[in-house]
């Protein structure tokens, strides 16, 4: 389980790339065994903020740490302990699956029996063993991600880095994946993981942080986030303008949010209001559900298009 | 471009063993493919030695004491030293760093930037050396060596094949997209092809060209080295090359490392 152990540490962190400000003084830390989400729209930095965990991007400004050692010091000694998926597919398309694991281990300096050694199993793992000769080319989006996170345990890492790790995946392939990286939490491995997908970060993070901009808005369990941010339940009506009034009547400190053609009531009063008006004023298209990330992240970041 | 800006270009890279994982990563493809890839170097020289050498030869006399197809012969050991490695480090090394990402993906292990970037010019050099090895090969079985010093080709074409890497190095770091390579290909690769002492003497150019292929064309000094040891004969103007290319190439290896590094890391 996550302890306090402070594994990662930011203060001040910055970086620019000309005049754009990708990571804008954000401070943050990241403890030992846990899950840590960042979410954020694109563009927010996410990205960004990995990279220089795993020391290919130079810091403009700030400090980082991991594991006590300094990003701008000792790059290797951290890049050692730690695998990476990154967002775009970079596996070797010159050589097979098995070779990829193979070449990759041979980049830490593994020794070859032993990086064949690690290479079946995590093939195994990742239920690849009956593509291990193939060539990458031949292999589905979900394989490939499978293998890409294979590769970045082929060097058993402290940390693992994952960048949406699960985009454009049927639910098939991200249900796999997840329960892999349920499994490497419960191994004690720290993961920090970057994704759209909030129900996803719901299901895996301990904690999240939401960036904006390249500033962090908010962080939190995300189920206290939900708590503080939205409530326990939101209701969803067809939009009529009596129906409108109504609510603005029943729920003066709720916010409401006209989207299309619905609806949507967002209360931190308790579980059960919304039920109780409905008796009194069946509404057309009422449904009641329950709270969820994806709520607050809409309303932190917005909802105009980022891009 | 400021000054401190001029000099982080030639600042040394610290450079360790992991270069060699890079070099490995390459060889390692070129092994599984490697009679596709014995074919080009050992069959293009002997279309020239055939259609230059006995069909356009039989039309010239021997230059420099030389029958033409001898003559020939050490420039194309000498191209097949800058075409290989002028061409891995163009083409071949975008294609990685672009479409394949695979320095990306190199770069999140223990392995630096610096040590990508010189791995990736030590096996342009490679290339020079098998390329270059192949046509010897082919050059004697026409019967065209006679002097044991040729066995120093090798050498030559590690030194020549590192300093062609390196130059296209410089190049694929300026390099926009892929076509950008046609111009280098017609604008520096062509008439070195032409102009360095390959397929006539050099002393045939007017006196201003002979000086400019000298001073800027590296290819002029590679075809001088190879000339003066499969022939055996060791003018002093071979020391000149020899300088020149020894001087030029570590400038260009330290310049392509750190302009590299500048495009990749922002």
Not at chain 1, 74 to 83: A, D, N, S
Not at chain 1, 271 to 294: C, M, Q, W, Y
Not at chain 2, 127 to 137: D, E, K, P
Request: glycine content about 6%; hydrophobic content about 45%; overall charge neutral.
């Amino acid at each position: 389980m996550a302890g306090s152990e402070v594994l990662i540490n930011a203060e001040s962190l910055t970086k620019k790339y000309g005049d754009f400000v990708a990571v804008d003084n954000i401070g943050f830390q990241v403890y030992k065994g846990e899950c840590c989400g960042f979410l954020g729209p694109n563009g927010a930095g996410k990205t960004t903020a990995i990279k220089t965990i795993h020391c290919v991007l130079p810091l403009t400004s700030g400090k980082l740490t991991v594991a006590g050692m300094n990003v701008s010091e000792k790059p290797r000694e951290i890049k050692k302990m730690i695998g990476v998926t990154p967002q775009e597919d970079n596996l070797d398309p010159d050589f097979s699956v098995i070779t990829n694991l193979l070449v990759y281990a041979r980049y830490f300096d593994i020794q070859k029996a032993e990086a064949l050694k690690r290479a079946e199993a995590l093939l195994k793992f990742f239920q690849l063993e009956g593509k291990k000769d193939v060539i990458i080319d031949e292999l589905s989006t979900g394989m490939k991600r499978r293998l890409i996170l294979a590769r970045a345990l082929v060097n058993e890492p402290k940390i693992l880095l994952l960048d949406e790790p699960t985009t454009g995946l049927d639910p098939q392939a991200r249900h796999l994946i997840w329960d892999k990286i349920r499994d490497l939490r419960k191994q004690g491995v720290t993961i920090i993981l970057t994704t759209h997908y909030m129900d996803e970060a719901a299901e895996l993070c301990d904690r999240t942080l939401i960036m904006d901009n390249g500033k962090i808005i908010e962080e939190g369990k995300p189920s206290e986030l939900v708590k503080k941010h939205i409530g326990e339940e939101v209701l969803e009506v067809d939009y009529d303008e009596k129906v409108m009034k109504t609510l603005q009547e029943e729920f003066p400190e709720a916010r409401l949010e006209v989207l299309g053609d619905r609806i949507r009531v967002f209360t931190i009063q308790p579980h059960g209001v919304f039920e109780t008006f409905l008796r009194d004023f069946p509404s057309k298209g009422a449904t009641i559900r329950n709270a969820n990330l994806e709520d607050v992240f809409l309303k932190l970041t917005g909802r105009q298009l980022k891009e | 471009m400021k000054v401190a800006e001029i000099a982080s270009l030639f600042k040394l890279p610290e450079l360790t063993y992991r270069v060699w994982k890079v070099w490995q990563r390459d060889f390692d493809v070129f092994m599984k493919t490697w009679k596709v890839n014995f074919f080009p170097p050992l069959l293009e020289p002997i279309f020239y030695l055939v259609a230059m050498g006995y069909g356009l030869g039989s039309f010239v006399q021997p230059i420099e004491g030389l029958p033409y197809i001898q003559f020939i012969a050490p420039a194309l050991i000498s191209i097949s030293i800058m075409y290989s490695s002028f061409f891995e480090c163009t083409y071949g090394s975008f294609v990685r760093m672009y479409f394949q990402k695979t320095f990306d993906a190199i770069i999140a292990t223990p392995i630096s930037i610096e040590e990508v970037i010189a791995g990736e010019l030590l096996w342009g050099a490679t290339r020079s050396i098998i390329s270059s090895t192949i046509v010897l090969a082919v050059v004697a079985a026409f019967g065209l060596i006679s002097n044991p010093l040729f066995i120093l080709i090798p050498l030559v074409a590690f030194l020549g094949g590192l300093m062609f890497s390196s130059m296209a190095m410089v190049f694929t770091s300026l390099a926009p997209n892929i076509d950008f390579f046609n111009y280098p290909g017609f604008l520096f690769i062509t008439p070195m092809f032409l102009l360095s002492g390959t397929f006539f003497p050099l002393t045939s150019l007017p006196p201003f060209m002979q000086v400019f292929a000298k001073a800027f064309l590296p290819l002029t000094h590679v075809v001088d080295l190879s000339r003066g040891l499969i022939i055996g004969n060791l003018e002093s103007s071979l020391l000149i090359s020899l300088v020149w290319i020894a001087t030029v190439t570590p400038i260009f290896f330290v310049l392509s490392i750190n302009m590299m590094k500048r495009k990749l890391i922002k």
